[in-house]
């Protein structure tokens, strides 16, 4: 069995994203779709709502200094919804992004975020406010997202997390990769046809 690295706890400075219903095209605009792999697209995510701040005399929180190297986004209500795109997590991990705790996601966006190893852990609203105004008021101060005692933690505080737990389990186990997965059992897949009645007739034929 290929072991992937675990991922069991996240930790480092974060980064506090105000607002509710913020979609894939907000993370990575469509024109960036064309792109033959996924490697430059760190430098492209938010790429919209940064030249607009930039325009209206802001400072995005993914343009801030402060946040520099940031390794946890904390996140309110629906996060990544809208279209599919699986380059929308991928912007984020390449951009440096190593976990995600929200009070809600889009499902195909975390689907698309445990296939990489990006973890997608779910506040309550309360928490979620809590944790994004301790973030503003301390840029500086370290969060941990913790799979394994389901806990975030930030400045002293100990929050609870929810995870679905069979996806927790493929996290802590380094078995997050489904494709990994699926090919490892190609072989057991592959011997199972051949002792199939229905399926050595079709194979004689």
């Not at 995870?163 to 494709?179: A, K, P, T």
């Amino acid at each position: 069995m290929v072991s992937l690295q675990p991922v069991v706890t996240v930790s480092g400075t974060a980064i506090a994203m105000e607002g509710d219903d913020i979609d894939t095209d907000r993370i990575i605009p469509a024109r960036h779709l064309k792109s033959l792999s996924f490697d430059a697209l760190g430098r492209f995510v938010f790429e919209g709502d940064r030249r607009n701040a930039k325009a209206a005399g802001q400072v995005h929180p993914f343009d801030a200094p402060e946040h520099a190297g940031a390794r946890v986004l904390v996140a309110g209500e629906n996060f990544g919804c809208g279209s599919s795109r699986e380059h929308a997590p991928q912007a984020l991990h390449r951009w440096g992004i190593r976990a995600i705790a929200a009070v809600s996601f889009g499902e195909i966006f975390r689907g698309n975020s445990a296939t990489i190893g990006l973890p997608c852990v779910l506040l309550t609203p309360e928490v979620s406010a809590e944790a994004r105004a301790a973030i503003a008021a301390d840029p500086t101060v370290e969060v941990t997202v913790d799979l394994e005692a389901k806990q975030l933690r930030f400045g002293g505080t100990v929050r609870p997390v929810r995870i679905n737990e069979s996806l927790r389990q493929r996290f802590v186990s380094g078995s997050w990769d489904s494709l990994t997965t699926l090919a490892e059992g190609s072989g057991a897949a592959a011997e199972l046809s051949r002792r199939l009645p229905y399926l050595n007739h079709w194979h004689a034929a």
